[in-house]
């Protein structure tokens, strides 16, 4: 399941519970842990969407 919620940040849900961050400066964050349930209340929140892409970004 891939999101984009910025045009240079794409949020991948893997079925190993782990999140992709992907920027644009071709930087990957992998968060582990996450349920799809929760992969699903990130990608309609726009202020968790934003806190992830500021940590993607400054890893």
Same mark, same amino acid.
């Given at each position: ?20 961050? =992907? ?13 799809? =349930?929760?992969? /699903? /209340? ?6 968790? /969407? ?10």
């Amino acid at each position: 399941m891939d999101i984009n919620f910025n045009k240079s940040t794409n949020i991948t849900w893997k079925p190993d519970n782990t999140l992709e961050v =992907a920027s644009s400066n071709g930087h990957v964050s992998k968060i582990t842990g996450v349920s799809f =349930a929760n992969y /699903l /209340l990130v990608k309609d929140n726009p202020k968790l /969407l934003k806190l992830i892409e500021k940590r993607a970004v400054s890893l």
